[in-house]
């Protein structure tokens, strides 16, 4: 009589379900995209400004991370389920270029966009920014199931991204004519990953939303800097 493969074919699915975090997090580490948005802003605005400061109190981790949030594991007799969420968060390394210095040349070139002359030194409007919190991240999940019926089976796995956030928080100072005003800024940016796309290379996709929707993020903050420039007459 031949040996039944059934339960070791269950439980070589099933260990493949349960795969770790250092395997998630090496699928992650390598994966890399490109900080940018288009620049729409229209000249309107005359003067001259300096980017004073533009410095981080907060700053992305070191590389991208994965952290496990949670599992559910149901190994019965004929029905095996697994579900696992894991958290994603983007490092400095998965973005092309720091945040900070994407965050200040952006800035720089919207500010040109709106009409302004910007110069290091010497304008009649000087901008200051201090980003206090700066995060983009997912809940990536794993889920599965085998389900026996006799001698037969039914697999099924999937992956997926339970939708990227990304959020910026600042503090802005304009300064014009000795007098120096402040504005505190928050927004946040939401994506979500199409399910045709869990196929392809997820963690690529994911980052590529990531730093996408953290660059939206500036682009707005940049339209703020612009308005408040504006409304001071500038």
């Not at 940018?36 to 004073?52: Q, R």
């Not at 594991?73 to 490092?91: A, C, E, Q, S």
Request: charged share 20%; aromatic share 6%; net charge positive.
């Amino acid at each position: 009589m031949k040996p039944n493969k059934l339960p070791l074919l269950a439980l070589a699915i099933l260990l493949i379900g349960c795969a770790g975090t250092n395997a998630l997090k090496d699928s992650f580490r390598d994966k890399r995209s490109t900080l940018g948005y288009l620049h729409d802003g229209k000249p309107g605005l005359s003067g001259s400004v300096t980017v004073k400061a533009y410095h981080s109190v907060a700053e992305l981790p070191e590389e991208n991370e994965v952290t496990r949030q949670k599992s559910l594991v149901v190994p019965l007799l004929v029905f095996n389920y697994w579900k696992h969420d894991f958290r994603v968060d983007l490092g400095e390394t998965g973005a092309d270029a720091s945040p900070l210095k994407f965050g200040k040349t952006s800035l720089t070139a919207d500010l040109k966009r709106s009409g302004l002359n910007v110069g290091d030194t010497g304008g009649n409007i000087k901008v200051s920014v201090r980003v206090n919190s700066l995060k983009s991240g997912t809940t990536y999940y794993k889920s599965g199931h085998i389900l026996f019926v006799l001698v037969a089976y039914q697999i099924s796995m999937g992956q997926g991204s339970r939708g990227i956030e990304s959020s910026l928080d600042a503090d802005i100072f304009i300064e014009r004519n000795g007098k120096t005003d402040s504005v505190h800024y928050a927004h946040v940016e939401y994506a979500s990953i199409p399910a045709r796309e869990t196929k392809q290379n997820l963690p690529q996709v994911i980052v590529n939303a990531m730093v996408e929707t953290l660059s939206l993020c500036f682009k707005d903050m940049n339209k703020t800097i612009v308005a408040e420039i504006k409304q001071r007459g500038g």
